[in-house]
């Protein structure tokens, strides 16, 4: 798989480096910090996310101002100018309508975006995000002066190979990593941006507040949140959700903020994405009815809890089995009807009917 990388031009006339991959419905990335699209298309730190979100979409990412292959000397960097990034590369790839996926920093870029332009965002995806920047944190102790100290962490350390400073950022975004990704993760740091730029970046994200593009969407919205994430607290995910109407929320297990390939998080993201999206359902089609008369009684009531967002425990006890038995009524559901996942499976088992959706968030 290749990716081809483009330049565009953002309304100030900063070069923004974006970059496509893939086959398949467009999904566009909005922007972070850490991120070079060359290096990162190699990296073990980006790698497997670009290589499993393209063999399901066409992927579009690029690098924000300041920052990767986009011009490095900028005038302004604001919310703003990032909102006016993401559009001129959507533009500029001639996308008309897309799924769009805010990781982290993104998210309040992709919540703003989908506020303003409601009509081109088909489904929005959040993760590991947040509403509000870390000096306005409703959680910790004292979130302002701990910004402080990691923005003078960046001016004094970023990109240095003393183990000390390295640690610290590689604490916060990949805290289970070994020490060979810890090294990726270092040299990253060094490509992606200059320390000047880095500090710059982190004080317009500390001061972020996004709380009334978020009660202004009407996009249908999936947000996820690793239970144990170092870089951004649960609670903020929990609060993101809760300020974007009729949000789904989905907490995931680990404590990797950049969740890496064998991270249980990662499959669970995947496969959210895929029932969310409902991308890889499009080969169901016409046939449905066909594929579901193939289930027999207790499979369709199975799928029926399934549709209702209910897990293994639940339905068992509500169909009188065992959890073991239901695992299989699931798998033998997924092969008959040609689905990847129980994402898929809820998503056509709504589709056809079956099942009351349950509040998630």
Same mark, same amino acid.
């Given at each position: 798989?290749?990716?081809?990388?483009r330049?565009?031009?953002?309304?100030?006339?900063?070069?923004?480096?974006?970059?496509?991959?893939?086959?398949?419905?467009?999904?566009?990335?909005?922007?972070?910090w850490?991120?070079?699209?060359?290096?990162?298309?190699?990296?073990?730190?980006?790698?497997?996310?670009?290589?499993?979100?393209?063999?399901?979409?066409?992927?579009?990412?690029?690098?924000?101002?300041?920052?990767?292959?986009?011009?490095?000397?900028?005038?302004?960097?604001?919310?703003?100018?990032?909102?006016?990034?993401?559009?001129?590369?959507?533009d500029?790839?001639?996308l008309?309508?897309?799924?769009l996926?805010?990781?982290?920093?993104?998210?309040?870029?992709?919540?703003?975006?989908?506020?303003?332009?409601?009509?081109?965002?088909?489904?929005?995806?959040?993760?590991?995000?947040?509403?509000?920047?870390?000096?306005?944190?409703?959680?910790?102790?004292?979130?302002?002066?701990?910004?402080?100290?990691?923005?003078?962490?960046?001016?004094?350390?970023?990109?240095?190979?003393?183990?000390?400073?390295?640690?610290?950022?590689?604490?916060?975004?990949v805290?289970?990593?070994?020490?060979?990704?810890?090294?990726?993760? =270092?040299?990253?740091? /060094?490509?992606?941006?200059?320390?000047e730029? &880095?500090? !710059?970046?982190?004080s317009? +994200?500390?001061?972020? #507040?996004?709380?009334?593009?978020?009660?202004?969407?009407?996009?249908?919205?999936?947000?996820?949140?690793?239970?144990?994430?170092?870089?951004?607290?649960?609670?903020?995910?929990?609060?993101?959700?809760?300020?974007?109407?009729?949000?789904?929320?989905?907490?995931?297990?680990?404590?990797?903020?950049?969740?890496?390939?064998?991270?249980?998080?990662?499959?669970?993201?995947?496969?959210?994405?895929?029932?969310?999206?409902?991308?890889?359902?499009?080969?169901?089609?016409?046939?449905?009815?066909?594929?579901?008369?193939?289930?027999?009684?207790?499979?369709?009531?199975?799928?029926?809890?399934?549709?209702?967002?209910?897990?293994?425990?639940?339905?068992?006890?509500?169909?009188?089995l065992?959890?073991?038995?239901?695992? =299989?009524?699931?798998? /033998?559901?997924?092969?008959?009807?040609?689905? &990847?996942? !129980?994402?898929?499976?809820? +998503?056509?088992?709504? #589709?056809?009917?079956?099942?009351?959706?349950?509040?998630?968030?």
């Open positions: 798989m290749n990716q081809q990388i330049f565009c031009r953002s309304g100030d006339g900063v070069r923004i480096a974006f970059a496509e991959s893939g086959r398949g419905p467009p999904l566009v990335k909005s922007a972070h850490l991120t070079h699209l060359d290096h990162d298309w190699t990296s073990p730190v980006w790698r497997h996310q670009h290589e499993d979100i393209s063999g399901r979409y066409r992927l579009l990412r690029y690098d924000q101002r300041g920052t990767g292959l986009s011009d490095r000397d900028v005038k302004e960097t604001s919310l703003e100018r990032w909102v006016d990034d993401l559009e001129a590369v959507v500029a790839a001639g008309d309508t897309f799924v996926l805010g990781m982290s920093q993104g998210g309040p870029i992709a919540i703003e975006y989908a506020a303003r332009h409601p009509g081109r965002v088909s489904h929005l995806v959040l993760y590991g995000s947040y509403v509000l920047g870390r000096r306005l944190w409703r959680s910790g102790d004292d979130p302002a002066r701990e910004a402080d100290a990691l923005k003078e962490m960046i001016h004094v350390g970023w990109g240095r190979d003393n183990p000390a400073y390295r640690q610290v950022f590689s604490s916060l975004f805290p289970d990593a070994d020490p060979g990704l810890v090294r990726h993760f =270092n040299e990253l740091q /060094r490509l992606s941006a200059s320390a730029n &880095a500090a !710059r970046i982190v317009v +994200i500390d001061g972020l #507040d996004v709380t009334d593009a978020a009660r202004r969407l009407r996009v249908p919205t999936l947000v996820m949140h690793c239970e144990d994430d170092q870089r951004i607290p649960f609670d903020e995910g929990r609060q993101l959700a809760t300020e974007i109407p009729s949000a789904r929320f989905m907490p995931l297990p680990g404590s990797n903020h950049v969740m890496q390939r064998d991270d249980p998080a990662w499959r669970l993201f995947l496969e959210a994405l895929d029932g969310f999206t409902g991308v890889r359902l499009a080969a169901f089609g016409a046939d449905s009815r066909e594929r579901f008369a193939q289930l027999t009684e207790r499979e369709r009531a199975v799928l029926a809890q399934l549709a209702t967002g209910s897990g293994n425990a639940d339905i068992a006890s509500r169909l009188n065992s959890p073991k038995t239901v695992r =299989n009524y699931v798998s /033998r559901i997924l092969d008959k009807l040609s689905l &990847a996942s !129980r994402g898929e499976a809820i +998503i056509a088992a709504r #589709d056809a009917g079956l099942g009351v959706e349950r509040d998630e968030r």
